[in-house]
């Protein structure tokens, strides 16, 4: 999937793809705003040739994992070795009824086993030992969202060297640290309220004083890359030294996603 890729809330279109894919971007992610019968993929596919896709999650509890395998296949048969299924058991305060993170998890693997779903193939959000642990065990690897590099390191220790890696992380591209600070704030204020969140953030170091809103300016900016395109390279490239594989770049600015990653490219060494 190559060392960066694209984080997006909803599908990009065809001809965005296609930028994202000659600016050497590995990948695109979606996240679970996208439909789970993966009808949004093949547009994608259909008009780029080595593009990577991936799910940035598939909602064990909105997506029953039959219909999820069988577009899967689907996919994966018409586009051999282009997509990877990420899946997540999502936040404790969004989901009515609820079973711990780690059990929903392992049954739903259970049924993806039993639907032919390549253990190779799928991918876990994780942010604690023991998902990251279950993410090597039963999947490809992990998927991190809203990490630092210091995340990753942990994450690579626990899940060793052979499991697949790709931390997802924020870029405002401005050189006004007050502004950037502001649409940080904006992008993590949700993350606030949802304890996966604080305390993936307190086994990292952070205080209670940091991750009470609006959050710490050394949260913020450890988790909202800023500057220039060099400085936002440095940062995201702190993950590859820290572990990771990959690196899902999510552009805060939706609207200017293909301007950032256009400036960002060049400072990444695509």
Do not use: C
Request: net charge neutral; glycine share 8%.
């Amino acid at each position: 999937m190559g060392r960066f890729g694209a984080w997006t809330g909803n599908p990009v279109s065809p001809p965005v793809a296609r930028e994202i894919e000659k600016l050497g971007y590995g990948a695109v992610w979606v996240n679970s705003t996208a439909p789970s019968d993966l009808s949004w993929v093949d547009p994608i596919f259909e008009q780029t040739t080595t593009l990577k896709a991936a799910t940035g999650i598939v909602n064990i509890w909105a997506s029953p994992a039959g219909p999820v395998a069988e577009a899967f296949h689907r996919v994966d048969q018409k586009y051999p070795g282009r997509f990877l299924l990420g899946i997540g058991a999502g936040h404790r305060e969004h989901i009515s009824q609820w079973e711990k993170p780690y059990d929903a998890l392992n049954k739903y693997l259970d049924e993806l086993d039993r639907y032919g779903v390549p253990a190779d193939r799928r991918i876990l959000a994780a942010l604690g030992d023991r998902v990251l642990q279950l993410s090597a065990a039963r999947g490809a690897g992990a998927h991190p969202y809203l990490t630092t590099p210091e995340h990753t390191a942990r994450a690579r220790e626990v899940m060793g060297p052979a499991a697949f890696l790709a931390p997802e992380h924020k870029v405002v591209l401005s050189s006004d640290a007050g502004s950037a600070r502001v649409l940080g704030r904006e992008a993590v204020d949700l993350y606030l309220g949802l304890n996966n969140y604080l305390n993936s953030w307190k086994r990292i170091g952070f205080s209670d004083k940091d991750i009470t809103k609006p959050g710490s300016d050394d949260l913020i900016d450890a988790v909202i890359a800023h500057g220039t395109a060099p400085q936002i390279a440095r940062r995201l490239h702190q993950h590859l030294t820290a572990g990771a594989d990959h690196v899902a770049i999510q552009v805060i600015e939706a609207d200017k996603l293909l301007p950032v990653l256009t400036a960002l490219a060049p400072a990444l060494g695509l």
